[in-house]
């Protein structure tokens, strides 16, 4: 069973930056599709980015050029430096990860279509 952790959420002001991370464990395989998602408040879940195991990787239009996904030091760890931070960037961001076939790593972002879940961490940007 996959099991993934988010940590590095907190509180910062417009402008500031986060590292988010996200810890997995219990996933043997060699190809895979990971992303992060936001949620904030009364708003519907959206993709933040994603990342293959072939090196592909994907941001929503709001994030681009401000935020970088990216495979940590160790192999099983998840990446989301946030820079320039903005209030409508506060939200509480989650780690999802699944087999990267037979579903393209792009439909299971854009879908949200992911079977592997983390519980979050908090983002909070203050102006």
């Known amino acids: 069973q996959v099991q993934l952790v988010e940590s590095g959420g907190g509180s910062v002001q417009a402008g500031g930056s986060l590292r988010l991370s996200c810890a997995t464990s219990?996933?043997?395989?060699?190809?895979?599709?990971m992303g992060w998602f936001r949620q904030a408040p009364g708003k519907e879940r959206e993709g933040v980015a994603a990342?293959?195991?072939?090196?592909?990787?994907s941001y929503a239009g709001s994030v681009n050029g401000r935020f970088s996904i990216s495979q940590g030091t160790t192999r099983n760890t998840l990446i989301l430096q946030m820079d320039n931070l903005k209030p409508e960037d506060t939200a509480m961001y989650y780690c999802a990860a699944d087999a990267l076939l037979p579903v393209p790593c792009d439909y299971r972002w854009s879908h949200g279509d992911f079977g592997s879940w983390g519980l979050g961490t908090q983002v909070t940007v203050s102006s």
């Open positions: 990342i293959s195991s072939a090196g592909t990787t």
């Open positions: 219990g996933y043997t395989g060699s190809r895979y599709c």
